[in-house]
Structures are given as structure tokens and as C-alpha cells.
């Protein structure tokens, strides 16, 4: 089956502007990001709030391919959204990225 | 048979062990006994979220009842445990069942400390959810409340008076603030700030008196002083709940006295949370009592993997945080075992401490600020604890180089 739901890609950030290994907060149209850069050099985007309390993830640490929620340390594979365990139960949602001309879009549905 | 788990308290600690016992393959039965009529929720928001939500607040659960069914979790709500008979291996309740185990563990927390005081019957504490909404009616705008206690709880509720319009005066006993847990000049900051919100802080103050007046009350200083007000909330410490321990004989000392791995003097008897103090060998096998959310959480982990016979020791390193305004604080590890102090900037009018012992081992770390400024740095500094990192002092004070980059070293 093919997806017929439209993607809109939105400029979120310059590649550069985030460390490897590291994360960074990107708000649009009301609502909140997290947007990712990978140990090795790969960028992924999710929800920006945490699924157990609503606290901002871009505040958290970046450990190789996990996010750790910087209240309850609430853990999740950002490249997924797959949450890791207590406190956490409910997955991140996910969105598709590309890199274009040096910028980050993202994929909004 | 199939073994048999009893955990009394249903609180962060005994929740989170019934559900690790389950996430670590136990197939026994889980019985977990609460004496407050909610499911298991969290304590964190009674100080903040709960206290200024627009609309009726409800605890945070952290247990569903799906959750408890799926898990096969028996969960005792309303149910006060009045006896442990550690010979017959049974836990007595209030409405006369018996319970029998093979092993038990107590997360029985603790209860505010009690202002002994004249006058001092209508003063308010938290601890549960029904404290919380009681608290709350009383927060509204104009009114004066009086805070007795500079910790943590006083602060937290100091902020969520201010924020929900109150009137606010803080009366701490000590010369500062926080002065059981927090560095000197962390603890002048957080000052600082609760003074630009108008809170008045009054420091190094006796109380002689409460005087109940018509709606409210007068607080009569040593140094001789009244203030009148409206609603007084202490927040002055607490008191682990040993009773149910000390009666069937268990040690105490500052708590449930428990090793490390958070067995009590009976082998078949843990403890886990804010009822039990335990050794620390990351700090030379000092013995701590840690009233914290993620301490509660860590052992409840960790006393279900031990209930069930692992025999690794208890390594975390302590961490806690705490609300205030629009800022965090936060510790991790014990600051008063370092020696020296270096600070490191982050940005923004924003700094944290590292703390230090002779050899450079770092032991602590404490910053106060917005989360996003300091949330990433403490993090870091809790596994160069953890990992008994010796960073140099000038590594560390230099704000050039990433904190990440030490772990790696």
C-alpha cells in the first residue's frame, strides 16, 4: 500500500548548528521538536516533550543513539522513538528527516 | 508453592518493585499493600503541578489498574499493615487478614515532622495527595502564608504561593537556606531568587508562639517579632516510618537499617526508599538516608533484583532536583564530601559547582537554573561521580571544554 498522506518539510535548522552527539529544541506552528545528530553524523527528529511528564528532551543528554529525559531520566531510542523502560512507557513519534543544502527539514504531517 | 512477595507501602519505591519484580521474570505472587485509598501516583507534582493546575487536579498515577491486571500485581489499597510476625513469616492488616510471605519488602516512607509548638494544631504539611488539595484551598490569592522550614518542600511551596498570587513570608530557624543538603552559595542564589519573586525570607529565626486568631493566626518570633497571616504550612523534614520495623525488631538507625544490598537484619526482609538508610560505597561506606524521588525509583529496582537473589551491592549515585519558579535545582552526589569547590560556567548568568575531594576525585555537582541550562552538565558530572572520575580542577572550570569530552578520557 502506498502512503497518500501529504508531508510538508519544514527548515528547521542548519546541520551545523547542531553538535554530533547532541540535540537542540526546534518549535513550529505550536508545537515542539527535538531534532538529532547521531554519533555517527546521521540526524533523526521527534516529539520534543517527554511522553511521561511533558519535559523538553533538547534539554537532555545524548548518549550514542539514546535520549535521556533530563527530569526522570526516561530513556528512548531517538532513531526509532522506542521507549526504554520505567519511567517511560510510551513511544516518541518519529518524523522523517533530510538534509538539504546544508539545513535540516523535517517531515510534518 | 509458588513464592510469595508482600511489599508494604505503595508508594514510588514499592510500586516501582512490584513492577520490577515482574520485569525480572518473577512468576510468584505480588502483593502490594497501600494505606491511602489511590493507586500508586507520583509525589513530585504535590509540590508544583498539583497546587497550581487551573483545573481540579488529579494525582499522576504510575500504576494503571490494566497495568496492575496485566502484571498480576495484587494491589491493597486503604490497608494499614499493623504487625510483622517474622517468625510465622506473616504480615498482620488493620482489617485483621493475614498475609503470609517469603519474603517482604518495607517501603513504608516517611511523614512530615510535626511543629511542637504551641498553637500549632492548624498549621499545615504534605506528604499525600489529600495534603496537597488541602494546601491548595488555602492558596489564593492575598492571602498571607507563612512557611516554617527553608528546605526543599518550604521553597517548592513558597514558589507555588507566590505563583498562585499569595502573600509570602519563609521562616527558617538556621542563618540560610537548604542547609541539610544544598552548597552555601547555591543555596544564596536560590535566595536571591525568591527575593526578586517578593517572598520574605526571614532567616536564623526562632518561633516562641502560634496564636490562633479568628481565620487565622500570629507567629510570635524569639527575637520578638509577630506576624499575622492566614495559613501556615511547615515543611521541616521527616521522619522515616519505622514503627512497623522497630516493633518486629528489625535495626534501626536513621531508618530501616539495611546493607548494601538493601537487606535488613532479617535476610528475608528488604527495604527500599525514603524508610531506610544504607551504605554508600562510593563515599566509604557512609551511611545515608536519601529522601528523593529517583532514590525511591533506584530501589525499588534494585530491591526487587535483590529479593530475588541477585547480589550485586547498591552503586547509584544520589541525585535529586527541585522546582522552584521557572528553575531547577540540582544535586548529584554528597557536596559536603569534597573539599574544594571549582565553579564552571554555563552560559547565561548560570554556573554549577563541582565539588572535589583531596585526590581530585569528583564527588558532587550542584547548579541552580533553568533545566535546559544545567540539566545536560549535572548529568554528566553524576557518571564522572559514579565512575569515581579524578578530572583537574582547570578541566573542569573550563567552560571551553565540553564536560562530555571528560567522559571519554
Known amino acids: 500500500m502506498t502512503s497518500t498522506i501529504a508531508v510538508t518539510w519544514v527548515d528547521a535548522c542548519a546541520a551545523d548548528e547542531i553538535d554530533e552527539e547532541d540535540v537542540i529544541r526546534f518549535d513550529h506552528a505550536g508545537r515542539t521538536f527535538a531534532i538529532f545528530r547521531s554519533p555517527d553524523d546521521a540526524y533523526f527528529a521527534t516529539d520534543g516533550l517527554c511522553t511521561h511528564e511533558k519535559v523538553h528532551l533538547a534539554d537532555g543528554l545524548v548518549m550514542d543513539n539514546i535520549i535521556e529525559c533530563p527530569k526522570h531520566n526516561g530513556r528512548f531510542d531517538y532513531r526509532t522513538g522506542a521507549a526504554k523502560g520505567a519511567p517511560v512507557c510510551v513511544d516518541l513519534k518519529t518524523y522523517p528527516v533530510r538534509i538539504e543544502k546544508g539545513r535540516v527539514l523535517i517531515g510534518l504531517d | 508453592m ?10 514510588e519505591a514499592g510500586a516501582r518493585a512490584a513492577m520490577a519484580l515482574r520485569e525480572n521474570g518473577f512468576t510468584g505472587s505480588v502483593t502490594l499493600i497501600g494505606d491511602e485509598p489511590h493507586l500508586p501516583y507520583e509525589r513530585p507534582p504535590l509540590s508544583k503541578a498539583v497546587l497550581n493546575a487551573v483545573d481540579d487536579p488529579a494525582p499522576a498515577f504510575i500504576l494503571s489498574e490494566a497495568t496492575l491486571t496485566e502484571h498480576d500485581i495484587t494491589l491493597m489499597r486503604g490497608t494499614v499493615v499493623t504487625a510483622i510476625d517474622r517468625a510465622a513469616h506473616s504480615v498482620t492488616t488493620s482489617d485483621g487478614a493475614v498475609l503470609a510471605y517469603d519474603r517482604l519488602l518495607l517501603a513504608t516512607g516517611a511523614r512530615p515532622r510535626r511543629l511542637a509548638l504551641p498553637g500549632a494544631d492548624g498549621v499545615l504539611y504534605l506528604r499525600s495527595f489529600s495534603d496537597a488539595l488541602a494546601l491548595r484551598s488555602h492558596l489564593t490569592p492575598e492571602r498571607r502564608i507563612v512557611l516554617i522550614g527553608g528546605g526543599f518542600i518550604g521553597l517548592e511551596l513558597a514558589a507555588a ?10 521562616i527558617e530557624m538556621a542563618p540560610r537556606l537548604l542547609r541539610r543538603a544544598v552548597p552555601e552559595a547555591i543555596a544564596a542564589e536560590v535566595a536571591r531568587r525568591h527575593a526578586a519573586e517578593g517572598v520574605r525570607l526571614i532567616l536564623g529565626a526562632g518561633i516562641e508562639a502560634i496564636e490562633a486568631g479568628a481565620g487565622g493566626a500570629t507567629i510570635r518570633l524569639a527575637q520578638g517579632e509577630t506576624i499575622a497571616c492566614d495559613g501556615i504550612i511547615a515543611g521541616i523534614g521527616a521522619i ?14 536513621n531508618g530501616i537499617k539495611a546493607d548494601e544490598h538493601l537487606r535488613t537484619s532479617d535476610a528475608d526482609i528488604f527495604a527500599a526508599g525514603d524508610c531506610c538508610s544504607f551504605p554508600l560505597a562510593l563515599y566509604g561506606g557512609r551511611r545515608v538516608r536519601l529522601e528523593a524521588w529517583r532514590n525511591a525509583q533506584d530501589q525499588g529496582n534494585h530491591a526487587a533484583r535483590a529479593l530475588l537473589g541477585a547480589s550485586e551491592p547498591y552503586a547509584a549515585v544520589p541525585w535529586f532536583w527541585s522546582d522552584q519558579y521557572d528553575a531547577t535545582l540540582q544535586i548529584a552526589g554528597l557536596p559536603d564530601e569534597g573539599t574544594q569547590t571549582v565553579r564552571r560556567d554555563l552560559g547565561e548568568d548560570c554556573h554549577m559547582l563541582l565539588h572535589l575531594a583531596p585526590d581530585n576525585r569528583l564527588v558532587a555537582a550542584s547548579a541552580f537554573g533553568p533545566n535546559g541550562r544545567i540539566a545536560k552538565d549535572v548529568r554528566i558530572a553524576e557518571m564522572l561521580i559514579g565512575r569515581q572520575a579524578r578530572p583537574s580542577p582547570a578541566d573542569v572550570a573550563n567552560a571551553g571544554l565540553p564536560l562530555k569530552r571528560l567522559l571519554n578520557a
Do not use: N
Open chain 2, 2 to 11: 509458588s513464592e510469595r512477595i508482600v511489599i508494604i507501602g505503595a508508594g
Open chain 2, 161 to 170: 504561593a507566590r505563583m498562585r498570587g499569595c502573600a509570602v513570608t519563609v
Open chain 2, 240 to 253: 522515616p516510618e519505622t514503627a512497623l520495623a522497630e516493633a518486629a525488631g528489625l535495626a534501626i538507625d
